[in-house]
């Protein structure tokens, strides 16, 4: 009872990386309150969860099997959260801020009364003091997130209602096995207690899985641009530097608002995270839903024309001036001290 | 075959934006400063419903909002594009609302709306980002949802099928009706304002702004209802005052941080010609390129 549950993604039989990254986070946090981590598997192909979640330190994995579980669609998977939770009474529950998270997330919590943060960048256990009521609340969930146009960083709290509800981007948690040999204990549930036949009135007609043509999460140098780089055709000058140094291309929130580049090179709280050994910021003024994925880059360089661009303040070079002259001298030195 | 349709609309300041003083000295969001706007991706619902209006005519659209008395400025907006109506949820008693409390009062509004067979917003709104409030409605009306739909391809008698917009591909899905649609930016843009509909709706007010500019005795609100624009307070819609704004708000916020980074000792260059050779020299040495 009490317990800090992690809601599992599954495509194909395999556990979503940002499902791990939650585990490892839920392992830290269920350690801090004294607590253990449960698993909820819905779907289809569910033999190989059980190996691939244990080793995160899950004490308890739920298992639903039934074919019409998958492809995810709201209802029945919101029943199942719903039911269960009545039964279990998490204290913490966390869910990828992806589609399925964003679309089942905001559901179960409407059913329970509970409260959600969407997008946290960072989650942590503390106190909290309501003071008109001097009521102390002992380890409640931290959930931070930038807000406002990222103008300012908010810490939301539940103090009242149960479960804590809280969505997370992948790529901004860190995954790491807890223990290769953990073992928790397996419960499956008879699907027709926890849904009803009307929750499965949608029916998916068609389902196109394409994948991404982009894919910066991985790149380990990557070349940004923000608002400041002026034009969808000054973008390419971008494309050229990423050319040279076999890097990927992302974008600002500002930039991909104003149709520089797509949306799946926004970087950032409601984008991608990234870590890259570089980080090459061209006109980027740096508001912190950017920060927040990009801030754990190990070298950035900043090319801006303002001085007192935000982003200048975390980068280890701060190249003040156009990017149409900076970046030409970049690729031409480049060229021709490489081979 | 008609449909009554509902449009879920926030007036939201412009984040996008954001000048110098955005923000107040205290660190609260100075709302006053920044533009307020129709929210971009109810734009693109309020676009769905119209061309289900186009196809089906006889269909009507009532555009629906919560927010302080100036949010009765998107209603117009909505009503030059070819909405039918609108709603102003307005009550101090909403103010502080969180997600939850926002579904319930809007949930409680749709309610006292005559029967609805579509409900469509946007995503998501820009000034909070969090999509949870079409989800959250939906759960409370006891309805199925679309999320994350771009394009409406068929509306039939109790049924409907919307292609949505996946991370990595696209999905077709049917519903029974009534449904809860939330649109993607992706899907097509709004039309414009249309001229004869500004003339038309120019001068439609709610209640509040009559009293307020002292016009409520002009004969023209008795002559033409339409000129009227709805409005209901937490009494009208029959919601329970615990349930709404702060009160009914399970999250609430600890406490507000100003951003401010952890400063980095950066080297700053000019970006002269020595410097970028030197910088780029140093990059390929240490292997970080090349």
Known sequence: ?339 | MSFNIIVLAKQVPDTRNVGKDAMKADGTVNRAALPAIFNPEDLNALEQALLIKDQHPGSRITLLTMGPGRAAEILREGLFRGADDGVLLTDRAFAGADTLATSYALSMAVRRIRAYDIILSGRQAIDGDTAQVGPQIAEKLGIPQITYAEAIERAEAGRIRVKRRLENGVETVESPLPVLITVNGSAAPCRPRNAKLLQKYKHAKTVTERQVEHIDYIDIYSSRPYLNLTEWSVADVDADPQQCGLSGSPTKVKKIENVSFQAKESKLLTGSDAEIDELMRELIANHTIG
Request: aromatic share 6%; hydrophobic share 40%.
């Open chain 1, 1 to 339: 009872m009490n317990n800090i549950f992690v809601y599992l993604e599954i495509e194909e039989g395999r556990v979503a990386d940002v499902s791990q990254e939650l585990l490892t986070k839920g392992r830290s946090l269920a350690a801090q309150v004294g607590c253990k981590l449960e698993a909820i598997a819905a779907g289809a192909q569910l033999d190989s969860v059980a190996e691939q979640v244990f080793p995160y330190g899950v004490d308890r994995l739920h298992i639903f099997r039934d074919p019409r579980l998958s492809p995810y669609t709201t209802l029945p998977h919101t029943s199942i959260l719903v039911e269960l939770f009545k039964q279990e009474h998490p204290q913490i529950c966390l869910m990828g801020a992806t589609i399925i998270g964003r679309d089942l997330g905001p559901r179960v919590s409407s059913a329970l009364g509970s409260g959600l943060t969407a997008d946290c960048t960072s989650l942590e256990i503390g106190d909290h003091e309501e003071k008109k009521e001097g009521k102390v609340y002992k380890n409640l969930l931290y959930q931070i997130r930038p807000a406002f146009g990222g103008n300012i960083v908010a810490w939301i709290v539940n103090p009242d209602h149960r479960p804590q509800m809280a969505t997370v981007r992948e790529g901004v948690m860190k995954k790491e096995i807890f223990d290769p040999h953990y073992r928790g204990e397996v419960i499956e549930h008879p699907v027709a207690d926890f849904v009803k036949e009307e929750d499965f009135a949608l029916s998916i007609i068609d389902r196109h899985i394409e994948k991404s043509k982009v894919n910066i999460k991985n790149s380990p140098i990557i070349v940004s641009g923000g608002y400041g780089v002026g034009s969808k055709e000054n973008f390419e000058l971008l494309y050229q530097l990423a050319n040279v140094l076999g890097a990927g291309v992302g974008a600002s929130r500002a930039a991909v608002d104003a149709g520089f580049a797509e949306h799946e090179r926004q970087i950032g709280q409601t984008g991608i995270t990234v870590r890259p050994k570089l980080y090459i910021a061209c006109g980027i003024s740096g508001q912190i839903q950017h920060i927040a994925g990009m801030q754990e880059s190990s070298l950035i360089i900043s090319i801006n024309n303002d001085p007192n661009a935000p982003i200048n303040a975390i980068a280890d070079y701060v190249i003040t001036g156009d990017i149409e002259t900076v970046i030409p001298k970049m690729i031409k030195y480049y060229r021709k001290n490489t081979k």
